[in-house]
């Protein structure tokens, strides 16, 4: 049992406690299961998000659960629905929400992700209000509630019953009318988040809301408003008449390190614009918790106390059983569904040598998002920039041992398979660099391998500490690595040598990548929000922040059948001083496809002490 909270203990007649707890960003995960790896996950889904909300209300005389979107797609679950059922009507996530006793939720941008029918036949079945105030149809008019005005009773320190109205509103970024034309053009407008909020704070205090809660599918991001931006929680901050918010959309954890040091929020206290705020992660990895304390003053009710706090439900703790038993069929569909083969691959996909020549599992991962940038980017400023997409060997041995790679054989390829090609729940974004910039993202990349000197006899050609997923080359450009050179950059990328570097032969469509044009990097949230330490690699570089994980665009493009495509000659190869001999070390399933790695001269060198092939190069 949850203890009381200080707010409920020190309430006294005409105070009461009112805590708010919140998911987002569910992403349709109920059971805690991962479908792409096909195993149990005890730290996702709503079944133990919702057992640790049912404990924490019995810290709190008066309590609400809210969602802040994004809860109909984005996992194997989801798509099941969507494309074997063909109508959202009785979706299994909503039922689920149902059992969970939801008070009301906020549309996200991916609800749209199916269409805008099967997006009212899932929501035809809500006990609870679905908010959103900033989407509209071509005349104008709402698509869906934008506010809503819950009547409750609040019991304050002395016992005693009040009539309170709770408003609430939804916004989600404008975007979604780039990001699902397809499916909004012609039918839907998206307006501007902040002035939408505003309007609709003014409503409901108009209507006599003693409270406005804000449902805002947003991330935080500039201090300035401006017309339609993606991440707008500090503008929305500043708005009169609101006094608390929900955040999201950016998969991040509000109070905590996520946002320390961004200008104008309090990481540690779950500050934003000095208003109260909690984002909850994704996934049902944590649960925003917001605790009011509300005092009635010349009758009127307002928050005098104010703590943010995020709850981490025990990995394999409680589950709720009435979750659980909404969707426990349409679970047992998904796993029949993930095993089903979702595309061909016409040749093994595998990491046995990605560290050492081009992988096939790391081209069709730049492959996929190469195309979809392509799509995202038509029409725009960019369009005509050469394109170039980002990727790196996630699973290539290393401390992960000399089993941990990636082997995905020919043929079927399952959802399952995913996982092992893409495995890490990253976004897509993209970045504007230059040639110079280019250049100096593979260098960076190049310290991966030690330097190999004239005449060298099996020096080992990688360095230990440097991380595969480092390893970044870049789809669209031809080069070499020149391995008798020393690396310009070190293991944690910080600059080691100012000479010419290891990248030799870099070109664009055949002619010399020049150092002042223009690029477009297709890459993950990761590493263009600065994570490697890549070389114009920063927010300030963001030309396109999109909302789809890179795990789903290389699914899509399976389902397109990219990977039955043969690939192009291979972008990359290593050079090194004549006559000279380097030892690669892989696992021993490399053995099935050295006669496969391009650019190589292999020869087996035996087995070392911990399990690993070793492999002799001949420059």
Request: glycine share 12%.
């Amino acid at each position: 049992m949850s203890a009381p909270h200080l707010f409920t203990r020190g309430a006294g007649a005409g105070a009461a406690h009112l805590r708010l707890m919140a998911s987002s960003d569910l992403h349709a995960h109920v059971h805690p299961w991962d479908y792409h790896a096909d195993r149990p996950d005890g730290t996702i889904g709503l079944a133990r998000l919702s057992a640790l909300a049912r404990e924490m209300r019995e810290g709190a005389a008066n309590a609400l659960l809210l969602d802040n979107g994004d809860f109909l797609q984005g996992s194997p679950l989801a798509d099941h629905v969507a494309f074997e059922t063909g109508s959202g009507t009785g979706h299994p996530v909503i039922a689920a929400m149902n059992a969970a006793g939801y008070d009301a939720a906020a549309l996200g941008n991916h609800e749209f992700n199916y269409g805008l029918d099967f997006l009212r036949g899932a929501l035809s079945a809500a006990a609870f209000p679905v908010l959103c105030a900033n989407v509209t149809d071509e005349a104008g008019a709402p698509l869906f509630a934008g506010t809503a005005i819950l009547e409750r009773r609040l019991t304050d320190g002395a016992g005693a019953d009040h009539a309170f109205r709770i408003g609430l509103f939804g916004v989600l970024p404008p975007q979604i009318m780039v990001w699902d034309a397809r499916h909004l053009e012609g039918r839907a407008r998206a307006g501007d988040m902040v002035r939408a909020a505003e309007a609709a704070i003014a409503a409901l205090r108009a209507a006599g809301a003693d409270l406005v809660i804000g449902l805002c599918h947003t991330g935080i991001g500039p201090e300035a408003h401006s017309e339609g931006m993606e991440n707008a929680a500090l503008p929305l901050a500043a708005l009169e008449g609101l006094d608390a918010m929900i955040l999201g959309h950016s998969h991040r954890v509000l109070p905590g390190p996520d946002h320390a040091g961004a200008p104008g929020v309090d990481a540690a206290k779950g500050l934003v614009g000095g208003k109260p705020a909690a984002a909850p992660g994704a996934f049902g990895s944590h649960l925003g918790v917001i605790d009011l304390l509300l005092r009635k003053e010349g009758g009127r009710w307002r928050v005098t106390e104010a703590e943010s706090s995020v709850a981490v439900p025990e990995e394999g703790g409680p589950l709720d059983e009435a979750v659980l038993d909404a969707v426990r069929a349409d679970h047992a569909a998904t796993l029949a569904y993930v095993r089903r083969p979702v595309g061909r691959s016409a040749q093994p996909l595998h990491s046995w040598f990605a560290l050492a020549a081009e992988s096939p599992a790391v081209r069709i991962v730049a492959e996929a998002q190469a195309a979809y940038m392509r799509r995202m980017l038509a029409g725009t400023e960019w369009e005509a920039l050469p394109l170039l997409s980002a990727a790196s060997p996630f699973k290539a041995g290393g401390r992960g041992g000399p089993g941990y790679y990636t082997d995905v054989p020919a043929g079927d390829l399952a959802i399952r398979n995913v996982a092992d090609l893409y495995v890490y729940p990253n976004t897509v974004r993209a970045l504007l660099v230059t040639g110079a910039e280019a250049r100096d993202w593979l260098e960076r990349a190049a310290g991966l391998f030690n330097r190999i000197a004239p005449g060298a006899h099996d020096a080992p050609l990688i360095d230990p500490g440097f991380p595969a997923f480092n390893f970044d080359t870049l789809l669209g450009l031809t080069w070499e690595f020149d391995l008798s050179r020393p690396a310009r950059f070190d293991a944690e990328g910080a600059p080691a040598f100012p000479g010419p570097g290891r990248v030799r032969n870099l070109c664009v469509a055949g002619r010399p990548v020049e150092p002042d044009e223009r690029f477009v990097i297709v890459t993950n949230s990761y590493r263009a929000s600065g994570g490697g330490g890549f070389p114009g690699a920063s927010e300030e570089r963001v030309i396109f922040d999109g909302p789809d994980a890179n795990r789903d665009i290389l699914l899509a493009h399976i389902r397109e059948g990219g990977a039955e495509r043969p690939p192009g000659p291979p972008s990359w190869r290593l050079t090194g001083p004549k006559g000279a001999t380097a030892i690669f070390r892989s696992g021993p399933g490399s053995a099935f496809h050295a006669a496969s790695a391009p650019g190589l001269r292999l020869e087996e060198a035996g087995m070392d002490e911990a399990g690993f092939l070793r492999w002799r190069i001949r420059f």
